[in-house]
């Protein structure tokens, strides 16, 4: 089964005090929500805060936790980093991979990326594999070979079975925190085309399972109609889930 999902990506932002404050302020505000096994909502903050969040998620059916990154090794030498096992480990059940400010910043690639999807799944972690075009790939109309190229190089090693724990983000990355949002035919058309190149690789059954989310300036203004899109399973938010209120309004459009 298919399931629709807002995730909360918060980025480097709150102190420790107010992300307490924010995410029991949306779960009282879901009380009212209609959230059931196939809608989800996925908190992602800072990681210092991933145990006091799943402390609070944990106890709710239908919200989860999201680390925002992990390492491709369980355990050793690597200062500063955290694996999927330690996520794990405080409850988190889901892990951004990919996320273009770390493909940006942190000079990830596809193939450091397809081990982290892989070390996510052992340990029992869904990864939430984020992709998207730059501005100047889609002026090019580069943005599907692009597009293509993150999902086969970041993704495709996995059998099918590792395939169902997967959960694609696509984030034009000239949307991201601009104000400036693909509309819904863009979302909808490199939606269907992840979908379509999943059914080639791993066949209708597993791309009809697959949650597909669109990220890039959603807001409660265009949730409705970016949802309504057959192929936007929900979306992955940046700025609007750091505000209650905005966060639940996009949840309640799905
Ligand atoms: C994001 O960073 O994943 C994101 C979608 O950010 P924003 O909603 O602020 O554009």
Not at 151 to 166: K, Q, R, T, V
Not at 241 to 249: G, I, N, Q, R, T
Request: proline content about 2%; some cysteine.
């Amino acid at each position: 089964m298919r399931k629709k999902i807002v995730a909360g990506n918060w980025k480097m932002n709150k102190l420790q005090n107010e992300a307490k404050t924010l995410v029991n302020q949306v779960v009282d505000l879901l009380q009212n929500s209609n959230l059931s096994d196939d809608k989800r909502v996925i908190f992602s903050p800072p990681s210092l805060y991933l145990e006091s969040v799943s402390l609070i998620t944990n106890k709710e059916a239908f919200i989860s936790s999201c680390s925002q990154n992990i390492y491709f090794e369980n355990s050793g030498a690597y200062t500063g980093e955290l694996s999927a096992a330690m996520v794990k480990s405080v409850g988190c059940e889901y892990t951004l991979v990919g996320h273009s400010e770390r493909r940006a910043l942190f000079h990830e690639t596809d193939i450091i990326l397809a081990k982290k999807v892989s070390c996510a799944i052992v340990q029992g972690v869904a990864p939430i594999y984020c992709c998207g075009e730059l501005l100047a790939e889609r002026k090019s109309k580069k943005h599907y070979d692009i597009i293509q190229a993150q999902i086969e190089g970041g993704l495709f090693h996995l059998s099918e079975d590792e395939f169902s724990n997967i959960i694609i983000a696509y984030e034009p990355v000239w949307a991201i925190g601009t104000g400036e949002t693909a509309s819904s035919d863009q979302a909808q058309e490199m939606h269907a085309f992840i979908r379509g190149l999943v059914a080639a690789k791993y066949g209708n059954t597993a791309s009809d399972n697959l949650t597909i989310l669109y990220g890039g300036s959603c807001k409660p203004a265009n949730a409705a109609e970016l949802f309504a899109c057959p192929d936007v399973d929900g979306g992955l938010i940046g700025g609007a889930s750091l505000v209650a209120e905005d966060f639940v309004k996009i949840i309640d459009a799905l």
